[in-house]
């Protein structure tokens, strides 16, 4: 027991890890929503999207509260959809500016939570990897709050540890399940997608490939042994370093700048929690 409480209560010199958080999460989400601003109306309107509503409706369950529900209620009470959509983006950035200033973190993250989910439920064919994380992020930052003690701190931060863990042990091990990345063809699928080829063409690669075959199995070993490495002192850092080189080539060649970028906060967020620890006294 007392090995235990050590593990989820360990003091620590600084919070960092969580204002670090916090910061490069809501700027993310800024630069992310601001970017889709130009064709927010195609994405999530009831009747100009480019799938329309009637469409992606089906996939939403009755309880779920989405955008596109929203509009229609205000439109039922006399306010117009433009109003409504208008509102809607002053209140996400309104929220994740306060987010970012760290005013009343919990309630800034539980509305932007609360609204980002409402866009992502909107249409499933739009979301990704990236919206997914998002969610998850905010809800760390709705749950954990900024007044607490290093040690009261530290268990909300060991979920974190075991989350990030879990996520790319998980990730590792379902790519083993199968021979796609064990012969490269996953690699060579990817470097051929549309979207990807459009900054850096490496097709070249498939000319060699054994180099496809060693890029799939280095990114399952990475992965599946993750959560070993990264919780020795000696390497752990190495390890996350590694991580990030894996995403920074990710969003280069791919083009998945987002998903690659809130990785990339997860990881240095795991870095930084490790640092300064030290156990409690017994």
Avoid: C
């Avoid at 992965?223 to 020795?232: A, G, K, M, S």
């Amino acid at each position: 027991m007392d090995r235990i409480y050590t593990f989820f209560f360990t003091q620590q010199n600084n919070n960092f890890w969580l204002t670090f958080f916090r910061i490069a999460i809501s700027l993310l989400i800024i630069i992310h929503f601001v970017s889709i601003l130009p064709d927010f109306k195609n994405l999530y309107s009831v009747n100009e999207g480019v799938i329309g509503y009637n469409v992606t409706d089906i996939f939403v369950p009755d309880y779920l509260i989405n955008l596109p529900k929203i509009i229609i209620f205000f439109d039922t009470i006399g306010i117009a959809p433009d109003t409504t959509i208008l509102s809607f983006k002053i209140l996400f950035l309104a929220a994740l500016g306060t987010l970012l200033l760290g005013y009343k973190q919990n309630l800034s993250a539980l509305i932007v939570l609360f609204l980002q989910i409402a866009l992502v439920k909107t249409n499933s064919y739009y979301a990704y990897g990236v919206d997914f994380f998002t969610s998850m992020s905010l809800f760390y930052l709705a749950i954990i709050p900024r007044d607490l003690s290093s040690l009261a701190l530290s268990p909300f931060k060991r979920l974190f540890q075991i989350h990030v863990s879990i996520v790319y042990f998980f990730a590792g091990f379902d790519k083993i399940i199968g021979t796609n990345w064990w012969n490269g063809e996953n690699i060579w699928k990817a470097i051929n997608l549309p979207f990807a080829t459009n900054t850096y063409d490496i097709t070249f690669l498939g000319h060699f490939p054994i180099l496809l075959t060693v890029f799939g199995l280095l990114t399952v070993i990475l992965e599946l042994t993750y959560p070993f490495f990264v919780w020795q002192p000696k390497i752990s850092k190495y390890w996350i370093y590694l991580t990030i080189l894996m995403h920074v080539g990710i969003a280069f060649i791919l083009n998945l700048y987002f998903f690659s970028s809130i990785m990339i906060i997860w990881n240095l967020t795991l870095l930084f929690s490790f640092n300064n620890e030290k156990p409690t006294q017994s």
